[in-house]
Nanobody, 115 residues
Framework: QEQLVESGGGLVQPGGSLRLSCAAS????????IGWFRQAPGKDREAVAC????????YYNASAKGRFTISRDNAKATVYLQMNSLKTEDTGVYYC????????WGQGTQVTVSS
């Protein structure tokens, strides 16, 4: 069964850090473009960061730029999102997915930034 599984979320104070993981099972992440998406309460899902597993090129939205780092381990078929200097507005459910031919959305992982 092909699926992407997100993990690593949690409750963190403002200014803290978390590292999210997106593990693919049943298929390879080689030659793919993978994105992390966030759905904040009451808002639409938005792209936060994307990476190409071909050449490692990356994209960050304005909010993530300078604070988040997306990376991949092709051998482990896993994409990571290192989130530093977290803000309350980073709160939401984080999902990963392919940019082309996306999989059905998974459960996501909850990130709550609160004091």
């Amino acid at each position: 069964q092909e699926q992407l599984v997100e993990s690593g979320g949690g409750l963190v104070q403002p200014g803290g850090s978390l590292r999210l993981s997106c593990a693919a099972s049943g298929f390879s992440l080689d030659f793919r473009q993978i994105g992390w998406f966030r759905q904040a309460p009451g808002k639409d899902r938005e792209a936060v960061a994307c990476i190409s597993t071909i050449d490692g090129s990356t994209y960050y939205n304005a909010s993530a730029k300078g604070r988040f780092t997306i990376s991949r381990d092709n051998a482990k078929a896993t994409v990571y999102l290192q989130m530093n200097s977290l803000k309350t507005e980073d709160t939401g459910v984080y999902y990963c997915n392919l940019l082309l031919n996306p999989q059905p959305w998974g459960q996501g992982t909850q990130v709550t930034v609160s004091s």
